[in-house]
């Protein structure tokens, strides 16, 4: 296995500084808002002290970066070339779902997740297939039948069959 | 309570009871639903029943689903309800240890007896409580508000900074959306999905739930493993026992002061406890954040705890301070039954029958679950291939069903993704969740005050309550600083004698 | 595996009748009825009921749908944008449609004309009370009072909305000056007057009743077009010469454009149900509901009345 490159404290200001930006940002825009009458009872008003705190503070943690102590998790490691390629894969997949729901429906894509999923894991195809399957059958069944959650069903699948 | 006893030890009562805890246990496992859903999708069937056997059912699932919640939590970093993120501290990690069984038990004695202490606490000091949540109106929250991010923003990493910077992060992205005040929309940008705002579900299942997704899916090691589901594995040891049961009743104590009180409390709640149990540690202070047990068993006790004082304001001011207590009121409401301050002369059999009632589902749920926990640790012997895609099928599918929305979605793959990356930055995740929390709490009595007042903000240091509250903050903040001063002062005194 | 078969075959000939017979036949698969607060909640238990009944009308499931958030109107969307096939309904209050449409951007629909009123079922009334020990008994007193100590008197009330909308009205129309301090909700509006913060609380009858029953409250006045049957002590607002009488209404509501048919079949199953469901009479009348079913017809000059109303109050407020 390659090695874990560990997290640097330049890394870590790079993050403070994005987070303090979007403080600023946060700020301005709150600063938009109105304040109320009496002052202090609009919209904006607490959502200002809010990034007035966020943006000090966010500078304040920039500036001084706490050394990196490495965790149990792998915190303070990022995850090396190999596990990149999982995570991004995984990620995509998850996308890959959101969309396809709308027009397949649950179940089927479901299915489809589930079996590239285990596959990607290193499960056998037989295996997979076969508890991809099953899984969204039960799921399905606690989901919609026994707790009458309201799902997509595809409008692919409704077009074709009237609904 | 003898009466009310007779009442809830009927059989179909009983099956109630067994039914709702079942039902409540299996919602609260499924991250993402949770359990006003399922409170909700089954009280049409409670109208066919008679009021105590309804409403036997829907606190069995109430307490069912607070249970269930842990469960997860415990065994693969995932909190099945918004309540046991604190669980997921250290639950998981003394589930890595390989004592998934006994932190499971725990768990299920702590919720018990911790409903026990609370409906005991309830059944002598109903009427004397009732006006307590009267005494804490806006500037009060506001202060304790002030008081909870002060005490609890280090709770879990000593970078007092970076925290309270996570909490500010929190507390920013909970005004995104709807202003609950006058009902206006800010920080949309015209987009109707930033109207829909940042839930607390999505979030805080892609922070906890999907970062350690991510992270199983990077490395090679997983989830933990399994090697035992035998019986006797299940069980903990005396030791394990001697350090869970204190931290099980000071939970216990705390939950039920905090469900007495408007607002978030079963979140709230645990964070406290944990803080509490963190702060007296003497020996085990090193294994917080490790797999201590009190870091798990007191908060999940105080999770049930809050699960029902919180049925004081509802049962004798007629008043719910949560969405699930807010559900049971409309049960009641629907069987033509008017909680409020007349309900315990008018209809003592109902809140007696209600009060032994919620008692069976506690007992029950501990029956049912007891045999229960060998098989959900059973459910890290599931592959590692099928584990990972179900839990994020079973993910996505939950947060939906809260709102049908694909916008909930893509913040719950967002904030996985900057859990992900936050973590390895070594920033803490949990302060984030308390300013989502607490943050609005404060907003929204903040605003209140100022309208009581007409603008005054010397009234939060004429009312009592919040006057002392705030002192104890500065205390809070001072004191350290004053002792570390002292202590350099000694120092240097002590090295110009020498 | 056959029975799959013919059930395709079955599907694609539906599929290409689509039209002319799917009226006649309305309905041949479940309606959803969409309401637009999370599950739970007092909307949420009142759209479940009115599920159930509907369903007994119309011989199909009638499966509620969540779709919570954004000021409520995110459930109004996912209505108006649905087909206009009598396939998706939905269950609103008045509060939503006429003043959320002015205060949350970037909303597909705005007026009364942009939806379909199909009928509505029922009102909840708000009640105005003072503490039981406050120097005025009634409306003329209160408003002598507050003409004198201008600004002093508090109102707990729910902001944004119809509460506010009614306060604002009165005091406009009366020409006294009061705080408002609005709260997310009858609950910690009522903990709030209960606890001695306010001098004043307007808010839901169905929620403040208990109170007033217990002695904690004094009810002064109903905002509502006549006096309860069971507190006829109460007097109305119209009585005592403000003529302020909006309800929050509870509405059964479509996309633009269903076939007549089909909207002719809903309307009357709506009706059906609110006039003989005793199930359903029973929920709403718990809850604190007038039943009064109206047609859409008749509502919608109400609807576009406060729409402009609030409209014109928003504009002259910036």
Known sequence: MKEFPRVTKIQVRCASAILTLIGVFYTWEALQLPMGKPIGSGSGSTPAMIGAAWSVIGAYVTVRVPEIILGEDGEGLWPNAEGTRRIVMVLALCAGFILAMNYFGIIATSVVFLFIMAVAFGGGLFQALLTSVLLSAALWLVFVHLLQVRLPMGTLVSTLFGG | MMGGFAIALQPVNILAALVGALVGTATGVLPGLGVLGAMAVLMPLTFYLAPVSGLIMLSGIYYGAMYGGSTTAILLKIPGETGSVVTTLDGYEFARKGRAGPALMICAVGSCIAGTVSIVGMSFFMPALANLALKFSSPEFCALAILGIITLVRITSPNLGQNMLMVLLGAGLATVGVDAVVGSTRFTFGTESLALGFDLVPIALGLYGVSELLNVAQSSTGFPKAQSVALREMIPTREEWSRAWPAILRGSGIGFLMGLLPGPGSLTSTFASYGVEKAIARKHKSEFGKGAIEGFAGPEAANNAVATSALIPVLSLGIPFTPNVALLLGALMIQGIQPGPLLLSQHPDIVWGLLASMYVGNVALLILNLPLVSMWVRLLRVPQHILIGGIFVISIIGVYSVRSSAWDLIVLFLFGIVGFVLRRLKFDLAPIILGLVIGPVFEKAFRETIFLSRGDLTIFFRRPISASLLVITVLIIVLPALYKLYRRRRMRGYESTV | ?318
Do not use: C
Request: hydrophobic share 40%; net charge negative.
């Open chain 3, 1 to 318: 595996m056959r029975h799959i078969a013919a059930s395709t075959v079955l599907g694609f000939a539906m599929a290409v009748t689509v039209g002319t017979a799917q009226a006649e036949d309305y309905p041949t698969k479940p309606v959803t009825l969409i309401v637009n607060y999370p599950a739970g909640g007092g909307s949420d238990a009142i759209a479940r009921s009115f599920g159930k009944a509907l369903e007994k009308e119309l011989g199909q499931p009638v499966p509620v749908e969540n779709v919570a958030g954004g000021s409520a109107t995110r459930g109004v969307t996912a209505v108006v944008t649905a087909p206009a096939d009598g396939y998706t309904i939905g269950i609103a209050t008045n509060s939503p449609l006429t003043f959320a449409a002015h205060t949350v951007e970037g909303l597909p629909w705005g007026s009364p004309d942009t939806y379909d009123l199909i009928a509505g079922i029922g009102s909840l009334y708000n009640v105005l009370a003072v503490q039981p020990d406050a120097s005025y008994t009634n409306l003329e007193e209160l408003v002598a009072y507050a003409k004198k100590h201008p600004g002093e008197l508090r109102v707990a009330t729910v902001g944004g909305g119809l509460n506010q909308y009614l306060w604002d009205q009165f005091t406009a129309s009366v020409g006294i000056e009061t705080q408002i301090v609005p709260y997310s909700g009858d609950a910690d509006g009522l903990a709030a007057f209960l606890g001695g913060n306010t001098e004043l609380v307007e808010l839901t009858w169905s929620g403040t009743k208990p109170h007033i029953d217990a002695g904690k409250a004094k009810p002064i006045a109903l905002f509502g077009p006549e006096r309860l049957d069971n507190y006829p002590n109460i007097p109305t607002f119209k009585e005592l010469g403000y003529d302020i009488t909006t309800t929050s209404d509870y509405v059964i509501y479509a996309p633009k454009g269903i076939p007549a048919e089909i909207r002719g079949k809903i309307q009357s199953a709506v009706g059906d149900a609110v006039k003989n469901d005793a199930d359903l009479r029973k929920a709403l009348v718990n809850r604190g509901i007038v039943i009064n079913y109206v047609t859409g017809e008749e509502l919608k000059p109400r609807f576009v009345e406060m729409y402009e109303n609030v409209g014109q109050a928003k504009k002259k407020g910036n």
